[in-house]
């Protein structure tokens, strides 16, 4: 998978290439300050919430110049609960505690994730993440990333799995926000 290659300016920062297909930024390759909705620095790699619900990630190990970014332009910080995290967490290569699976399902059910949704979910994206050898985080990111690169047809019926994620992740997502 290539990471994207993006140049962070004053108020905006210009996209030379994003690394997911169906992203709004493959065709709107400047992001102004003012289309930014919020900065997550709880996703991994990082991200933001633009325009219409949809969230981009910025590349791993960036995190000090988005955070300048976010700063200089009074972006607000989320501190929203990492949904796709919790959702993900059952394929991480690493046994949990029954305790701690619970209390996770949980908290999902309190976002608004049913336990039925939660297992239609997982299911739909078990063959995306089947095999993946991550013991301490996986994400949306990871979600999209390995969709989109073990699927060979994806480029072709992916944009509604894209959207469906964001979905997941903007509006089933209750977030505090504050300002930087």
């Keep these: 998978m290539k990471y994207s290659r993006y140049l962070i300016q004053e108020d905006r920062i210009r996209f030379d290439f994003y690394e997911f297909y169906f992203s709004s930024l493959r065709k709107r390759k400047v992001l102004t300050a003012n289309r930014i909705n919020a900065v997550d620095f709880n996703t991994y790699p990082c991200s ?3 325009d219409n ?5 910025f590349n791993h190990g960036d995190e000090s110049a988005v955070k ?3 700063k200089r332009n009074k972006i607000i910080e989320s ?3 990492d949904v796709w995290e919790l959702l993900c967490n ?9 305790e701690e699976i619970a209390q996770k ?3 999902l059910e309190r976002l608004g994730i049913s336990i039925t949704q939660q297992q239609q979910i997982a299911k739909r994206i078990k063959w995306s993440l089947f095999g993946t050898w991550e013991w301490t985080y996986l994400g949306h990111w ?3 990333a390995m969709k989109q690169r073990r699927n060979p047809l994806y480029r072709i019926n992916g944009s509604d799995f894209y959207w469906w994620t964001m979905e997941i992740a903007g509006k089933r997502n209750k977030t505090n926000a504050n300002k930087m």
Excluded at 90 to 98: A, H, Y
């Design 68 to 70: 300048e970014f976010v």
């Design 105 to 107: 399902k949980k908290t």
């Design 90 to 98: 059952q394929f991480l290569d690493t046994e949990l505690e029954p």
């Design 79 to 81: 501190n929203k609960t």
């Design 53 to 57: 619900g949809e969230i981009i990630f």
């Design 142 to 144: 990871d979600v999209l």
């Design 48 to 50: 933001m919430n633009i």
